[in-house]
Nanobody
Framework: VQLQASGGGLVQPGGSLRLSCAAS????????MGWFRQAPGKEREFVTT????????YYADSVKGRFTISRDNAKNTVYLQMNSLKPEDTAVYYC???????????????????WGKGTQVTVSS
């Protein structure tokens, strides 16, 4: 599976962005899909994941209530709607695909089988 994230950019605090992750090569319906992020000087961290049919989601506490993950298996695309953005959300955001059957386990980057190139999100006034 090849993954390509897009939609990043510069936004003011309190603003919104919508990231997209387009997949090719295989259908994403076989995978739990997720978003991770990495800020400068920090390790890559879990943001959110979504089950194969979109019926279940899992969020890091730091983004719960502000970010929403969704997927359109027909379009082979995953989305991340980010609202009420904060400067601490600044990072490179990566989409990923996992063949794990456990949504709880999908918070660990090591369970991801495929990664896309990241897209930069900068939150600054």
């Amino acid at each position: 599976v090849q993954l390509q994230a897009s939609g990043g950019g510069l936004v003011q605090p309190g603003g919104s962005l919508r990231l997209s992750c387009a997949a090719s090569g295989r259908t994403i319906s076989s995978y739990i899909m997720g978003w991770f992020r990495q800020a400068p000087g920090k390790e890559r961290e879990f943001v959110t994941t979504i089950t194969r049919n979109g019926g279940g989601t899992y969020y890091a506490d730091s983004v719960k209530g502000r970010f929403t993950i969704s997927r359109d298996n027909a379009k082979n695309t995953v989305y991340l709607q980010m609202n009420s953005l904060k400067p601490e959300d600044t990072a490179v955001y990566y989409c990923a695909a996992s063949s794990t059957t456990s949504l709880l386990s999908s918070r660990y980057a090591g369970t991801m089988d495929y990664w896309g190139k990241g897209t930069q999100v900068t939150v600054s006034s």
